[in-house]
């Protein structure tokens, strides 16, 4: 199982685009042959004046944290190529947006 837990500022994302951006995120799983229920995305929406980078406020800042509960990935090449395919999956509603973000 997997959560993704996407903290944005309030107009980052319309609801059409969260629940694409989920799609395509469930997707990368479906694709390695997971149920699709294995994965949960919940977005969170943080104030403009509640998300803080380097103690100054950020309005621009989105942050994805990922939690594997059922699997490790311990080799480096396997969570390269995940990364990349999830940042590709990502990039149309993040950065292709002028967002900064990041994905831990």
């Known amino acids: 199982m997997s959560l993704h837990r996407i903290y944005h500022p309030p107009d ?11 799609q395509r995120i469930t997707a990368l ?5 997971l149920p699709g ?5 919940i977005f969170v ?6 998300f803080f980078v380097g ?13 594997h509960l059922a699997t490790q990935l ?6 390269k190529t995940i990364i990349e395919k999830y940042e ?4 149309p509603f993040i950065k292709e947006k002028d967002y900064d ?3 831990c």
Do not use: C, M, P
Not at 12 to 22: P, T, V, W
Not at 45 to 50: F, I, K, Q
């Open 12 to 22: 980052a994302f319309s609801a059409k685009d969260k629940q694409e951006l989920a």
């Open 55 to 67: 103690g100054e406020a950020k309005n621009k800042s989105i942050r994805i944290v990922i939690q």
């Open 74 to 79: 311990h080799n480096n090449e396997i969570k």
């Open 29 to 33: 799983y479906t694709a390695i042959g």
């Open 88 to 91: 590709k999956a990502i990039s």
């Open 37 to 41: 229920f294995y994965v949960d995305v």
């Open 45 to 50: 929406t943080t104030e403009n004046d509640s």
């Open 101 to 103: 973000w990041e994905v």
